[in-house]
């Protein structure tokens, strides 16, 4: 709520020129009531008909053009905030470190982005703007009541409190169906997200009829309560307008005689059935307010709740140094603790070093579980670690502007899912220099799909380059895949490569293919890679072997084969030809 506060404060000019121009057409509408009494009772006076039709006229294009200026002014308004509430909300979220993602779902944040934002939107450019107009209407109509008959006003606004015992009895129960109808859609939005990446276990579980029949569930019971609101926002318009004809009715025959005796006119009378009717109207419209009231505080209270989230932050001082990423000279781990925030009593890594050095090609092996991948995220500082030192190139990583520090490093995932966008984009994302002038650089992007062994799959699709990849890579079976992800590594201009087992999805014999083309980076760039294919260690200049949380060995395939019981048995029960190679 804050963040839009915070954007009406600055759009002052504009909400005061919509307040004005409501306003102006609410008078504009209103004088059209006296006008029809003043019409009426002309008694044949040509020159004061002519006099009143076209007071009639120009109040009707004075409340045509205030309208014109209210809508422009008011729909430009409500889609600019629209505009900067997403904007600020998808910069905000990226700026949140992995803590974030791990407390809040996906659906989560797409529901604030677009359906929380859609709410607001639909609530402020159509009920709150209806409401808003019948404020200035039902005021501007009881006014006029009074000063047209202050007598009937009287009598008629005594029926108000029976209206607003049915506007606050029905309001409760469309407010509830609306609640109930906004909770069933979020449900069914999590179920269709969650079925769209989970559809290869859904169809090899077989479990679509079972899922079918969850989903229908939910989307009857969201059909019902919408049919709840609808029902009971048109029971509360029709005892409103009953409510009225009824006392109108009683009070015309109560005031009749004043009628006759000429005390109150045929043109008053008239009047004040369109005040009246006016009155009623805005008062039934105003009812909208009781049910769009807890939809707009919900989305608002959304938003908040995502943007003020207690979540450990990868902070960055004020005065860290902007180091260029000049020469990559080395990298040090000396003494690093680091546990989950979520588990911080387990520990992951305990007084965890390591040196390397640039051009170097390090193989990192573990058990599952051991932190292997949690070392490339403190080292571009996703994680904060809990005590000790990471170091590039002798400076301290929580010292480097982040921008700066990560522009050292590029990070290619097993599990990471590509971007839906060409495959051309998702390659030119590992070198930002190259994105200005996309098409200018396929020559780069062919070569590196060649040296990961994609090139020849990508020449067989129609659109090449261009093709869309999809959500989620759906189109691509995971080990291409993996190899047109890979072929990043190709086309960054990054100085250390860290590899997350980048050849998961390929079988042994491409896994080497590939492997062996990325090593061929070396020496001019420094390798870092977890090993799925653990056969290919004896290709890496130094292996890190975690055996657990404190226990972890350096040294080359060799030396931790000879002198290492642990990592001896570990190649020993995976890969027995691994001894042929230890010498």
């Not at 102006?24 to 029809?36: K, N, Q, R, V």
Request: aromatic share 10%.
């Amino acid at each position: 709520m804050q963040i839009t506060i915070n954007y009406l404060r600055q759009k002052r000019k504009n909400i005061a020129l919509i307040v004005f121009s409501f306003i102006i057409s609410s008078i504009a509408l209103l004088s059209l009531g006296y006008e029809i009494k003043q019409f009426i009772d002309q008694n044949n006076d040509i020159i004061a008909i002519k006099r009143s039709l076209i007071f009639i006229s120009i109040s009707t294009v004075i409340w045509s053009i205030t309208l014109f200026l209210r809508m422009i002014t008011y729909g430009s308004l409500v889609e600019k905030l629209s505009l900067y509430l997403r904007i600020n909300l998808y910069k905000k979220i990226k700026s949140f470190s992995l803590y974030f993602f791990e407390k809040v779902r996906g659906t989560e944040i797409t529901g604030v982005i677009i359906t929380d934002i859609n709410t607001i939107h639909d609530i402020l450019i159509g009920s709150l703007l209806s409401s808003t107009r019948s404020i200035f209407t039902f005021i501007g109509s009881i006014i006029m009541l009074i000063y047209t008959s202050p007598t009937m006003a009287f009598y008629f606004i005594l029926i108000f409190p029976f209206i607003l015992v049915f506007i606050i009895y029905l309001g409760k129960l469309v407010k509830k169906s609306m609640y109930n109808a906004r909770k069933e859609l979020d449900i069914l939005s999590a179920y269709v997200d969650e079925t769209y990446r989970n559809i290869n276990l859904v169809k090899s579980f077989c479990i679509e009829k079972v899922l079918s029949k969850k989903f229908d569930e939910h989307a009857n019971q969201n059909y019902i309560y919408n049919l709840k609101y609808h029902h009971n926002r048109a029971l509360l318009v029709i005892a409103i307008i009953i409510i009225l004809m009824i006392a109108m009715g009683a009070m015309f025959i109560a005031f009749r005689s004043k009628v006759i005796d000429g005390s109150l006119t045929i043109g008053e009378v008239g009047s004040f059935i369109f005040y009246a009717i006016m009155s009623a109207t805005s008062l039934s419209n105003l009812s909208d307010l009781l049910s769009i009231k807890d939809n707009l505080k919900v989305a608002l209270n959304n938003i908040d709740n995502i943007l003020n989230i207690n979540e450990l932050r990868i902070f960055e001082k004020k005065n860290n140094l902007s180091y260029p990423p000049n020469k990559f000279e080395s990298l040090v781990f000396n003494k690093v603790l680091y546990s989950y925030p979520s588990q911080p009593d387990i520990r992951i890594l305990n007084d965890f070093s390591f040196k390397i050095k640039q051009g170097e090609k390090i193989a990192i092996i573990g058990n599952n579980g051991s932190g292997k991948s949690t070392i490339f995220k403190l080292i571009i500082r996703l994680y904060n670690i809990i005590s000790g030192e990471i170091l590039i190139n002798n400076y301290m990583t929580d010292t480097l502007q982040l921008k700066h520090l990560r522009e050292f490093f590029i990070l290619l995932e097993s599990n990471v899912l590509p971007f839906s966008t060409t495959i051309r984009e998702n390659l030119l994302y590992a070198n930002s220099q190259l994105l200005d002038n996309p098409k200018k650089h396929d020559d780069i992007l062919l070569s590196a799909l060649q040296r990961s062994y994609a090139l020849e799959y990508i020449l067989k699709l129609e659109n090449g380059l261009d093709t869309i990849i999809g959500e989620q890579g759906v189109k691509f079976s995971s080990g291409e895949m993996q190899k047109i992800l890979l072929a990043r590594a190709f086309v960054t201009d990054r100085q250390i490569l860290l590899l997350d087992e980048p050849l998961s999805a390929l079988d042994s014999q491409k896994a080497h293919l590939v492997l062996t083309s990325l090593l061929s980076l070396a020496p001019k760039k420094t390798i870092l890679c977890i090993l799925h294919h653990i056969q290919e260690v004896p290709n890496f200049d130094k292996i890190i072997f975690i055996y657990n949380a404190s226990t972890s060995y350096i040294g080359t395939h060799n030396e931790l084969y000879n002198n290492n019981k642990h990592y001896r048995d570990l190649c020993d029960n995976h890969y027995h030809d691994l001894k042929s190679v230890a010498h």
